[in-house]
């Protein structure tokens, strides 16, 4: 998807656009966000504060980068945390996509330096203020999806999101299966059979120490491929250690594919 046309501008309405960042910020800007423009209209619209000009700024555009993110958000909880249910799916959403997540990757960014406004708001604080910050990062967004596709989108916002505290404490603790209340052998049984319409299967490698106290070492195979290694203190528990880690295998085995 790319579009030459400028959003809602005329001639005359475009070259005002262009005359608000030099040559040098325009490529500052794109060089901190990841993606170059062909249309700069959009960068530069997508930075206006409706202080500055009521009738063209960034809040078109803003609506539509609102639904990106939300789409593009909601792809990625959604194959990267196979063990959250809908409900804890919706609730990570609801904080990734809220503004003070969103501010913090603009900040991280430094998106909100160039953002174009009104004097008199730059005095008050308004490039610090959260709200619009978030909402900058919105209308990029939207302005990065006009100017290419949503795959091109996508590969921009998911870079970004390393910005994010949030998403990046999320990762690190379901990666160390903190938190999570989850049945590993179904979400490993369900995803296999989906897929290669076959199940799991575990064995017993090892048994260590008395009755009891042991520790019963377990590996799964699918399709007589050992797909991760679990220990622990019954049988049971080892198994679910080691579908754990035949899913971590699984997942990086389609980032591989993806990058």
Known sequence: MNHN??????????????????????????????????????????LIHKSFNNEINYERLEFLGDSVINTIYSEVLYKYFALRNEGELSKLKAILISLDNL????????INDYI???????????????????NVYESIAGAIFLDSSYSTAKTILLNHLKYSSYFSSLVNLDNKNANIAADHKSALQ???????????????????????????????KINDKIYGYGKGETKKHAEQSAALA???????EVNKIRN
């Open 246 to 252: 035949a899913l971590n295998r699984l997942s990086e």
């Open 190 to 220: 369900e995803l296999i059979q989906k897929k290669h319409n076959t199940v799991p299967k575990y064995f017993v490698l090892n048994k260590e120490g008395p009755d009891h106290k042991s520790i019963f070492s377990v590996c799964v």
């Open 5 to 46: 046309a400028p959003p809602n501008t005329d001639n005359k309405i475009s070259s005002n656009i262009t005359s608000l960042l030099n040559i040098n910020q325009i490529k500052n800007i794109e060089k901190l966000i990841g993606y170059t423009f062909e249309n700069k209209i959009y960068l530069i619209t997508s």
């Open 103 to 110: 501010a913090e990757i603009g900040v991280k960014l430094t």
């Open 116 to 134: 174009i406004m009104e004097k008199g708001e730059i005095l008050t604080g308004g490039r610090n203020k959260k709200r619009i910050i978030g």
